[in-house]
């Protein structure tokens, strides 16, 4: 018995001939170019939708440009990453541009690179890199190459745009928050830098120095406590291990991130420890979970819908004109207090 015949795939000189016009005037409306009448767009539009014809990413890559953003993502199981990617996606929802996603594994310079530089081979017209950690001079060859705009990453480049928030202020209103309900035995559990060459950039690093700094403000120098494991649910919970290990709890637990502070939730749980009736918790990032009733996480809100929108404009003008000077944007956040934090006796 002979395999059945795969189907064909739909091109553009079927839609020609299914709309009655040119190949030319097809390529014209795939295009958004000038010189298609309204009603030359509606009735290829027409055909297009009763062929179910898909355009050829590759052909058109050939052309010029693939109509594709890539946007590099370090660890997929962040619960603020997605904010990002919905700001991004929304702003890019009018415009003919489609946003592919690669995770490029937590704190993972190989893995990174692998996807930023598949992203370019496959032709994408720009990247957006969130929370990159390869050096700034892969970053730069990066963008060099293809328009990119990094997202949560502190820094300037002339190479390429940048949107971050600004994490000093950010750990400030978390400690002047605390401090604000009687706190003094302020701990708080930071994403462990292992690069002095990304030191000053990483705003894990910066949310660090601010709360150094906020607590010295207050005149709590001697009060500073660190504790260092990682952005993930799982550096959360053996932070919170850690303390809980110690003759005395702190007051206040002050998690760098959001998933972070998961972690904490959950070694505090199992050990018996209210929040925040024995230890106030505050968050950063101001995830969706972060609001959900059974969790009511204090948190700031670095505003990541707005930062995803703010990277696709970026993006667009910067695909407009590759020559227009670099832009960098350091967005102002706000805190969110819920029930996790509460006045100290």
Same mark, same amino acid.
């Given at each position: 018995?002979?395999s059945?015949?795969p189907?064909?795939?739909?091109?553009?000189?079927d839609v020609?001939?299914h709309?009655q016009? #040119?190949?030319?005037?097809? #390529?014209k409306? /795939?295009?958004?170019?000038?010189?298609?009448?309204?009603?030359?767009?509606?009735?290829?539009?027409?055909?297009?939708d009763?062929l179910? %014809?898909r355009?050829?990413?590759?052909?058109?890559? /050939?052309?010029?440009?693939?109509?594709? $953003?890539?946007?590099m993502?370090?660890? $997929?199981?962040?619960?603020?990453f997605?904010?990002?990617?919905?700001?991004?996606?929304?702003?890019l929802?009018?415009?003919?541009?489609?946003?592919?996603?690669?995770?490029?594994?937590?704190?993972?310079?190989?893995?990174?690179?692998r996807?930023t530089?598949?992203?370019?081979?496959?032709?994408?017209?720009?990247?957006?890199?969130?929370?990159?950690?390869?050096?700034?001079?892969?970053?730069?060859?990066?963008?060099?190459?293809?328009p990119?705009?990094?997202?949560?990453?502190?820094?300037?480049s002339?190479?390429? &745009?940048?949107?971050?928030?600004?994490?000093?202020?950010?750990?400030a209103?978390?400690?002047?928050? /605390?401090?604000?309900l009687?706190?003094?035995?302020?701990?708080?559990?930071?994403?462990?830098?292992t690069?002095?060459?990304?030191?000053?950039?990483?705003?894990?690093?910066?949310?660090?120095?601010g %709360?150094?700094r906020?607590?010295?403000?207050?005149?709590l120098?001697?009060?500073?406590?660190?504790? #260092?494991?990682?952005y993930?649910?799982?550096?959360?919970? /053996?932070?919170?291990?850690?303390?809980?290990?110690?003759?005395?709890?702190?007051?206040a637990?002050?998690?760098?991130?959001?998933?972070?502070?998961?972690?904490?939730?959950?070694?505090?749980?199992?050990?018996g420890? #209210?929040?925040?009736?024995?230890?106030s918790?505050?968050?950063? &990032?101001?995830t969706t979970?972060?609001?959900?009733?059974?969790?009511?996480?204090?948190?700031?809100?670095?505003?990541?819908h707005?930062?995803?929108?703010?990277a696709?404009?970026?993006?667009?003008?910067?695909i407009?004109?590759r020559?227009?000077?670099?832009?960098?944007?350091?967005?102002?956040?706000?805190?969110?207090p819920r029930?996790?934090?509460?006045r100290?006796?």
């Amino acid at each position: 018995m002979e395999s059945p015949t795969p189907p064909r795939r739909v091109t553009i000189v079927d839609v020609a001939q299914h709309a009655q016009v #040119s190949t030319t005037a097809v #390529s014209k409306v /795939l295009r958004n170019a000038y010189g298609a009448s309204p009603a030359m767009r509606a009735k290829v539009q027409q055909a297009i939708d009763e062929l179910g %014809y898909r355009p050829f990413a590759a052909a058109r890559g /050939l052309r010029g440009q693939t109509y594709t $953003i890539g946007v590099m993502l370090p660890d $997929i199981r962040n619960p603020f990453f997605p904010e990002i990617v919905d700001g991004l996606t929304e702003a890019l929802s009018t415009t003919p541009y489609q946003v592919l996603l690669g995770p490029g594994g937590c704190n993972n310079e190989p893995a990174e690179a692998r996807v930023t530089e598949a992203m370019i081979d496959r032709g994408m017209d720009a990247l957006v890199l969130v929370a990159p950690v390869s050096p700034r001079t892969h970053l730069e060859h990066v963008a060099r190459t293809v328009p990119t705009v990094v997202v949560g990453r502190h820094g300037h480049s002339p190479a390429y &745009d940048s949107v971050s928030d600004d994490d000093l202020a950010g750990a400030a209103l978390v400690v002047d928050h /605390l401090v604000g309900l009687g706190h003094r035995r302020i701990t708080h559990i930071e994403h462990a830098e292992t690069d002095p060459d990304r030191l000053a950039e990483m705003p894990n690093a910066i949310r660090a120095e601010g %709360y150094k700094r906020a607590m010295q403000a207050h005149g709590l120098a001697d009060e500073i406590d660190i504790v #260092s494991t990682t952005y993930t649910q799982e550096g959360g919970y /053996l932070g919170a291990r850690q303390l809980l290990a110690r003759p005395q709890l702190p007051t206040a637990v002050f998690a760098g991130a959001d998933v972070v502070a998961m972690g904490v939730l959950e070694a505090f749980t199992e050990a018996g420890v #209210s929040v925040p009736d024995d230890v106030s918790l505050a968050g950063y &990032d101001n995830t969706t979970f972060a609001a959900l009733g059974p969790v009511s996480l204090t948190s700031v809100d670095q505003a990541g819908h707005q930062i995803g929108a703010e990277a696709a404009r970026l993006l667009l003008d910067r695909i407009a004109d590759r020559t227009k000077p670099s832009v960098r944007l350091n967005l102002s956040p706000t805190l969110v207090p819920r029930r996790t934090t509460a006045r100290h006796a």
